[in-house]
């Protein structure tokens, strides 16, 4: 069985800075796909990032310029840099790792941007 666990989310005023990281285990697969998903309170689930093992990593146009996403293939962890953070930041945030077209979910940690 799969296991996702994030770590790294916290409190931050406005412009500030924070990095998540989120790591898959148990699985004698890689991940083909890892994600950072955010859910706002009374506001559906919504993409940030996603970086393949192959191929383009996409974007949220609302995080574009502001956020990286990076993999260490090795760990089978993936980062998310977010910089020149807002309030609209503010959500859970929620990493999955695509492990032979099956999605794995991590209990989400919180992000909290405080103006």
């Known amino acids: 069985q799969v296991q996702v666990a994030e770590s790294g989310g916290g409190s931050v005023r406005a412009g500030g800075s924070m990095r998540l990281s989120c790591t898959a285990s148990?699985?004698?697969?890689?991940?083909?796909?890892m994600a950072w998903y955010r859910q706002a309170p009374g506001k559906q689930r919504e993409l940030v990032a996603t970086?393949?093992?192959?191929?383009?990593?996409v974007y949220a146009d609302s995080v574009k310029g502001r956020f990286t996403i990076s993999r260490d293939n090795a760990k089978n962890t993936v980062y998310l840099q977010m910089n020149s953070l807002k309030p609209e930041d503010t959500a859970v945030y929620l990493c999955?790792?695509?492990?032979?077209?099956?999605?794995?979910w991590g209990q989400g940690t919180q992000v909290t941007v405080s103006s």
């Open positions: 999955t790792a695509v492990v032979r077209f099956k999605h794995y």
């Open positions: 148990g699985s004698m697969f890689d991940p083909d796909v």
């Open positions: 970086i393949p093992s192959l191929g383009s990593i």
